[in-house]
């Protein structure tokens, strides 16, 4: 039901967008969020975007050059990461829920649906 793409290889200091779609439910009213997982490491909060994109949370380590937003339209989650480094290279994962409390946003297990994940990549 979730589906993320966009990821690649890209040299450090390049951006790339991701994209999650949505499909066989409305996610119009669900907190939508990106989380990632890099090899051996735990998964970890990376932005957050309330149902109406009123709210926009971030990890302190991406706050400034990633952006989350979403198109309920288009039933579309996107995450634009910019200025990236080796350290932000994960499994990106795209996630919804709804009832997210805001002591829960960083929480993977307070999400109910899962995407797939897309692998990004980032060389020095």
């Known amino acids: 039901q979730l589906q993320a793409s966009g990821g690649g290889l890209v040299q450090a200091g390049g951006s790339l967008r991701l994209s999650c779609a949505a499909s066989?439910?409305?996610?119009?009213?669900?907190?939508l969020a990106w989380f990632r997982q890099a090899t051996g490491k735990e998964r970890e909060f990376v932005a957050g975007?309330?149902?109406?994109?009123?709210?926009?949370f971030y990890a302190d380590s991406v706050k400034g050059r990633f952006t989350i937003s979403r198109d309920n339209a288009k039933s579309t989650l996107y995450l634009q990461m910019n200025s990236l480094q080796p350290e932000d290279t994960a499994v990106y994962y795209c996630?919804?829920?709804?009832?997210?409390?805001?002591?829960?946003?960083?929480?993977?297990?307070?999400?109910?649906?899962w995407g797939q994940g897309t692998l990004v990549t980032v060389s020095s």
């Open positions: 996630t919804a829920s709804l009832g997210v409390i805001l002591s829960n946003l960083r929480v993977p297990s307070a999400y109910n649906y």
């Open positions: 975007i309330r149902s109406t994109s009123s709210n926009k």
């Open positions: 066989g439910r409305t996610f119009s009213g669900y907190t």
